[in-house]
């Protein structure tokens, strides 16, 4: 792949966005209304026929959770709810954007992508200079990349109808200060 372009699918996990993960009750209503699901599949598939490389960002911890910070409001009771365990079906993406060999598997215990993983690395080590974006939660991960994307000079491009919050007042929030920080565009108009 000769592309400095990479497509970024973060967190979506079969925990947070499978009809039988925790996420059941708040992501997966709001995703299926807003098509969120049929836009990030459209992305995959654009990025794929214009050989742009596909990363996947996953949160997830190590069975006895000794990355997951016992203080943290967004991940302090991961243990006690047996979420986001690394090896289980719950940190596996959700079959519809189902990994290809090869596509980097990039593990977070943080909300940032950036943050003590291996993204930096191998963004700079395939010449990656523009980053296009899609996930949940469009105020945690999301947010969270774009805003040190920018500030790590990469272009963002930010993938409004494949992302979600929690609650449509989470999204529409985040996507309300995110519009400074990246060219926002839906997975149809996408350009790769």
């Known amino acids: 792949m ?12 079969n925990d947070l966005v499978h009809p039988d993960g925790m996420g059941a009750r708040s992501y997966v209503p709001l995703m299926q209304e807003r098509g969120v ?20 960002v996953r949160v997830g911890f190590s069975p006895d959770y000794a990355e ?10 991961a243990r006690d709810n047996d979420v ?3 090896g289980s079906w719950g940190t596996e993406v959700l079959s519809r954007f189902a ?4 596509d980097p598997d990039i593990i977070k215990h943080r909300v940032s992508p950036f943050y003590a993983t ?8 395939q010449g990656i200079r523009r980053l296009v974006l899609s996930g949940v939660s469009t105020n945690g991960v999301v947010s969270a990349a ?39 565009v839906s997975a ?3 350009s790769f």
């Open 84 to 86: 986001f365990k690394l």
């Open 118 to 125: 291996k993204l930096e690395p191998l963004l700079r080590a």
């Open 37 to 56: 699901y049929d836009a990030t599949e459209l992305a995959i598939k654009k990025a794929r026929a214009a050989s742009v490389m596909v990363g996947y």
């Open 99 to 102: 990994p290809q060999p090869g």
């Open 2 to 13: 000769a592309s400095d372009t990479i497509l970024l699918v973060m967190d979506m996990l």
């Open 146 to 184: 774009v805003r040190e994307g920018h500030d790590r000079d990469y272009e963002c491009v930010l993938l409004e109808d494949c992302c979600a919050g929690a609650t449509r007042e989470e999204h529409e929030h985040a996507m309300s200060g995110l519009r400074r920080y990246a060219q926002v």
């Open 68 to 77: 997951c910070p016992p203080g943290s409001p967004v991940f302090s009771k």
């Open 188 to 190: 149809a108009d996408v």
